[in-house]
């Protein structure tokens, strides 16, 4: 088991909108995420690894994986609690636009639902 857990973004609808965007992924990127997150979940310390960066808006930091010449850049926070790693908006990188357009913006969006209890998050098993 590794270090770190990693939680994944529900509405209140209750769908899990990290693993619905894993599934409309090629293979090639499901694969990739896997491996990505496999490494991350063993490593005490992210900041010197490529797999990650903070982007120093409130908190804001994304998982940088490739595959088929995509960048993929789903974005979280730490938290909440020790060792976790919340993923709340997947998101891909072409040049320098991101899809969705918005996607910092709605990961704050919905951690702020998630702290007012108004969503919620699911472990994502690694």
Not at 4 to 33: T, V
Not at 118 to 125: G, I, K, N, S, T
């Amino acid at each position: 088991m590794g270090l770190w857990r990693f939680m994944d973004y529900c509405p209140p609808a209750g769908n899990n909108l990290i693993e619905e965007w894993y599934w409309d992924l090629p293979d090639e990127a499901q694969a990739e995420f896997d491996v990505t997150l496999k490494v991350l979940s063993v490593v005490e310390d992210w900041r010197t690894l490529s797999e990650f960066k903070s982007l120093g808006r409130d908190g804001l930091c994304e998982i940088r994986f490739k595959a088929r010449n995509i960048q993929y850049r789903p974005a979280g926070f730490f938290g909440p609690g020790v060792k976790r790693f919340s993923i709340y908006v997947g998101c891909m990188k072409k040049g320098r636009v991101f899809e969705p357009p918005n996607a910092f913006d709605l990961a704050i969006k919905r951690r702020g639902m998630v702290l007012r209890r108004e969503a919620y998050l699911h472990e994502r098993v690694v």
